[in-house]
């Protein structure tokens, strides 16, 4: 994995970059090479190249069957999706008979318009929750995401950062770099057009694509409202959408004591390999249980606050923040890595929001 050299300039900027764009994804500032992994015969995960311009794709998961071939996700920018679909066309001649969205994210789903383009009568598939929320979100995501890109864009061709304030000699130099990138991702937003699932489910919809069996779940809420996986009960592959994302997870937003319930539920398929939303698969269920124990304690620990402040609506977080300590997780997540112990501190904080915003909600 290729780093950055000024992680400082990473947290302060990139981070806040990228939540302009993406509804909750988190761009951790890493950048890595697209990689294809074979799971089983006729079942591939890709990993999407990510570059430090906001340009940040969920995993794609492609399941081939002998009629008809399932794609669970359709990434962040349409250009990979389209690359994607050049992939799947070499590896078959089977058409692409359904694409599921595991949750509203957009670097989940702005490709679906790309899929649709090159298969009619492709069947684009989510939770109902989630087609909920992409309907309200992710017409005004697109419309939005051309414009601030271009924002960013002045800003940067000016020397300034979002906020209009002057970069170092340094932080200009690696904006510069970014340039053509953030460009890319403008004409992509430019030209890009909301598409909605076109088959919602509830709870689960199980399908045979010809010799191979694909299971559509939802198991609870987690990451969103709406998260579904994705199971194939004989190569026990477990796709998991973001309710896991490798190394650090993403706690931008979600429901924590329902998130490890749900967890849990998928532990309980006996998945030999997992496909997490970002980062790379998985062959047991270490890092499952790891996530789950984490926000488990952050649960226990926000409660135990909550019982001594009392009706958590008429406080702020800030008010048990102090009480909470999620400092024994960080080295499981980040071991000595400098980089990756600041972004598991960046996602304590979120993830402690979480718990607290829903108790309050209670
Ligand atoms: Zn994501």
């Keep these: 994995m290729l780093r950055p050299h000024t992680p400082a300039l990473r947290w302060s900027f990139f981070s806040s970059l990228v939540a302009l764009f993406v509804v909750a994804g988190p761009l951790f500032g890493d950048t890595s090479e697209r990689q294809v992994t074979k799971l089983a015969d006729g079942v591939y995960a890709i990993q999407h190249q990510s570059l430090n311009d906001g340009n940040v794709n969920g995993n794609t998961t492609v399941i081939i069957g002998a009629r008809e071939v399932f794609v669970v996700d359709s990434c962040f920018l349409p ?23 595991t949750h509203f994210h957009n670097d989940h789903n702005n490709g679906n318009k790309a899929y649709l383009d090159a298969f009619p009568s492709l069947a684009i598939v989510a939770q109902e929750e989630t087609k909920k929320d992409m309907d309200l979100i992710q017409p005004g995501n697109i419309e939005r995401g051309a414009k601030q890109y271009a924002a960013i864009i002045a800003a940067f061709k000016q020397g300034k950062d979002q906020q209009g304030r002057t970069l170092s000699e340094d932080d200009q130099k690696q904006v510069r770099d970014l340039l053509p990138g953030l460009e890319n991702v403008e004409a992509e937003f430019k030209t890009m ?22 299971q ?9 409202a709406g998260d579904a996986i994705v199971f194939l009960p004989k190569e026990k592959i477990l796709v998991a959408g973001d309710l896991l994302v490798h190394p650090i997870p993403y706690t931008y937003d979600g429901y924590p004591a329902e998130w490890v319930q749900t967890l849990q539920k998928m532990a309980q398929l006996e998945p ?5 939303g970002h980062g790379r698969i998985l062959h047991d269920k270490t890092y499952l249980y790891l996530v789950a124990d984490l926000m488990q304690s952050a649960v226990d620990q926000v409660r135990a606050q909550i019982r001594k402040i009392g009706f958590p609506g008429a406080h702020s977080v800030d008010d048990i923040r102090g009480g909470v300590d999620l400092t024994q997780f960080r080295s499981r997540f980040a071991g ?19 718990v607290f915003n829903g108790a309050a909600l209670r």
Excluded at 193 to 214: C, H, M, S, W
Excluded at 272 to 276: A, L
Excluded at 338 to 354: E, G, R, S, T, W
Aim: charged content about 25%; overall charge negative; glycine content about 6%.
């Design 79 to 101: 250009s990979l999706a389209r690359e994607d679909i050049a992939q799947i066309r070499q590896w078959t001649d089977k058409p692409v008979g359904y694409l599921l969205n």
């Design 193 to 214: 057009a909301y598409q909605p699932p076109t088959l919602a489910f509830t709870d689960k919809l199980d399908i045979e694509l010809g010799n191979r069996e694909v």
């Design 216 to 224: 559509v779940k939802y198991l609870g809420r987690g990451n969103t």
């Design 272 to 276: 030999s390999s997992i496909v997490p």
């Design 336 to 354: 000595e890595d400098k980089d990756l112990a600041a972004q598991f501190d960046d996602m304590a904080v979120h993830l402690v929001n979480i």
